[in-house]
């Protein structure tokens, strides 16, 4: 495909939009609209506000780039999306609408963890903001009544985030106290004794081998939070191991086992969902490249709905032992994680080229199934349908996903796709060149090499 032909990338729409190109608008608008989506919805609740909030996001958006290009135009339309959204929290109507017992109980801890034996309506933890200290006071109602985010909340009073987080939380104490709610805190992790743990895999990948099948595919139904293989469903179990390419990719190693259980429901900030444990060990491997200490993912929460699958929040543990909580009320909380759409659509979404290269059709969407095929690991033969995640504008150091996925709609093999030109970590040459011998894909003129495979524990029988 030639330059001209790619599709422009979100600056050149940007651009274009300056000088009123109203299909531009649209095509930007097309590429970011669930996920603006997700982030209202996640800001707002159920509520009937949400598709208005993203109209006048649409609206605000278009008159913005008439005036200004910014430098960058997705995180500039999110930025938009919780504008508008702190303008709905901070309305008169929203502001004086009551609520019950748990709602007020999502009011006075973000974490839903604490139990209040009162009925309070919303009138009365403002009378007790009230007779906080100002500081306190002002706190409080800027993040629960008004809707401002802490980092919003840090430049209006000019003070750091730290010192935000800390007047929450002793304003959050007294109210508590107030209403006879204990503040003592919990010591040990109810859940170590029943812990999920990971189970050992292989040391070198499995054979694999795939054969395409003349079946037509059908629609996938995924009910896994994206790509963590895991069901937000009450006592759904999954383990999984990554490979990485050793030696140009002649083999694969394991660097990595993981292991996720839905242990147990869960409420965060009035939304049902699932709490599910998780337990990950990097393993070093001579010739794989350790990755430096970084923040690891100890719990998640998810929720299934009819139409998504939704992440709700994260709780990541620092190298230190610090432990930070992500809720899809934090700032690029929807951008990073947010919601998927349970149903794949199939169709035939490439036009493949003498040469192997690839082409997508128009309309191709950014997920989707393309055939069905025999994926057989080691000894064990699975019938999977294939399916593809990738952006649906290309650019530089993009990652394409290719998953294999059985009849119940849980993944076996997941294999990642970086840009051929993306650096591995502590070398200084690209993937492209390190990899020799690993797959190739050329999709719209871009390159991806195969860099990860990711196995379930059913595709690798691996034991308790």
């Not at 709602?103 to 009230?130: H, N, P, W, Y």
């Amino acid at each position: 495909m030639t330059e001209s032909t790619k599709a422009p990338n979100d600056h050149l729409l940007a651009r274009r939009i300056h000088v009123g190109d109203q299909h531009a608008f649209a095509t930007l608008i097309g590429r970011y609209e669930r996920s603006l989506l997700a982030l209202i919805r996640g800001r707002l609740g159920p509520v009937d506000a949400v598709e208005d909030v993203l109209q006048e996001t649409l609206v605000q958006a278009w008159k913005g780039l008439r005036l200004q290009e910014p430098r960058e135009p997705r995180a500039w339309l999110y930025q938009v999306a919780r504008n508008r959204c702190g303008d709905y929290l901070r309305g008169a109507e929203h502001r004086e609408r009551p609520v019950d017992e748990h709602t007020l109980t999502m009011m006075v801890d973000r974490r839903g963890s604490a139990e209040t034996s009162r009925r309070r309506m919303i009138d009365e933890v403002v009378d007790t903001f009230a007779t906080l200290p100002a500081k306190e006071r002002q706190a409080l109602e800027s993040f629960y009544v008004e809707g401002f985010s802490i980092e919003e909340i840090s430049a209006r009073h000019r003070s750091p985030p730290g010192t935000i987080k800390r007047r929450l939380s002793h304003g959050r104490d007294r109210v508590r106290e107030a209403f006879g709610v204990s503040t003592d805190r919990r010591n040990s992790d109810m859940s170590k004794d029943k812990a999920v743990r990971t189970r050992p895999f292989p040391a070198e990948r499995p054979r694999i081998a795939i054969e395409r099948l003349e079946a037509v595919a059908s629609g996938v139904d995924m009910r896994e939070l994206t790509w963590w293989f895991v069901c937000p469903k009450l006592h759904d179990e999954v383990h999984w191991a990554e490979y990485q390419p050793l030696d140009g990719a002649v083999s694969w190693q394991l660097t990595k086992v993981s292991a996720m259980r839905a242990a147990r429901r869960a409420v965060i900030h009035d939304r049902e969902c699932v709490e599910i444990d998780v337990d990950e060990r990097q393993l070093a491997v001579a010739g794989v490249p350790v990755p430096p200490a970084q923040d690891r993912d100890t719990r998640v929460w998810g929720r299934l709905t009819d139409a998504e699958v939704q992440w709700v929040g994260v709780e990541r543990e620092s190298p230190e032992g610090v432990r930070k909580l992500y809720t899809f009320l934090d700032e690029n909380f929807a951008e990073d994680f947010g919601a998927c759409p349970r149903r794949f659509v199939a169709g035939d979404y490439f036009m493949a080229k003498p040469d192997g290269r690839l082409e997508r059709v128009d309309g191709t969407p950014e997920q989707f199934a393309d055939g069905v095929f025999n994926v057989r690991v080691g000894g064990t033969t699975f019938r999977c349908t294939r399916v593809f995640e990738m952006p649906l504008s290309p650019a530089e150091w993009d990652v394409v996903i290719v998953a294999y996925v059985d009849g119940s709609g849980r993944t076996v093999l997941f294999r990642r796709y970086d840009d051929d030109r993306r650096k591995v970590p502590g070398e200084s040459r690209p993937r492209g060149e390190i990899l020799a011998h690993a797959e190739r894909l050329v999709i719209d003129g871009n390159t991806y090499v195969h860099s990860y495979d990711y196995l379930t524990s059913a595709a690798c029988g691996a034991g308790g």
